[in-house]
């Protein structure tokens, strides 16, 4: 859908994660082998990806100032069940909280947001306002006030609708 580029850093596969599904036409990659194979899972775990999918949408949608586009159960409820570890780097000391074993998407995703808080960037990760579309972008914005996932699709679309409804 976006034309935007990628999330920076781990945050590209909360992003990628949201972006499995197409709300508009319903396809949703995650019904593939394929789709499940891209981010470690199997059949056995594709309920709790979607939950922890519309989890992530609803804390996107937030940040772009809207409300959930359900109810879903809190992302906080759903991280604070991932194990993760603290890594400490032997040549430089840094530390990052990683996934615990050959990490589970659950931890994956707790680690990105982690180290998104840290680098401050969480926040810039949204869901396009688009009640057909919530398509998880990265704001680039200079202000951090984009609304869109692309102003070509989404954006001219809402102000189209707005100008039909002013009578125009």
């Known amino acids: 859908m976006s034309e935007r580029s ?7 596969l909360v992003e990628s994660l949201v972006n499995t599904v197409d ?11 394929e789709g499940r194979e891209r981010f470690g899972i199997s059949e056995k775990d594709l309920a709790q990806a979607r939950e922890l999918r ?18 879903v159960t809190p992302l906080g409820e ?3 069940r991932a194990p993760l570890y ?7 000391g840094s530390a990052t909280l990683a996934p615990a074993a050959d990490g589970p998407l659950l931890s994956r995703v707790a680690a990105a947001v982690a180290e998104a ?4 960037t969480w926040s810039r990760l949204k869901a396009c ?12 914005s200079p202000a951090g006030r984009g609304r869109w996932c692309s102003m070509r699709v989404c ?8 100008y039909r409804a002013k009578g125009a």
Request: aromatic letters at 4%; hydrophobic letters at 45%.
């Open 6 to 12: 990628a999330a920076p850093g781990g945050l590209a």
């Open 23 to 33: 709300l508009e036409d319903g396809a949703d990659s995650l019904d593939t082998a």
């Open 54 to 71: 519309e989890s992530l949408r609803a804390v996107l949608l937030a940040h772009a100032g809207h409300p959930p586009h359900r109810a």
């Open 78 to 80: 759903l991280l604070a």
């Open 86 to 92: 603290v890594a400490v780097d032997e040549r430089d």
């Open 117 to 120: 808080l840290v680098a401050g």
């Open 129 to 140: 306002e688009a009640a057909t579309c919530h398509w998880a972008y990265y704001d680039r």
């Open 155 to 162: 954006g001219a679309r809402e102000k189209m609708r707005r």
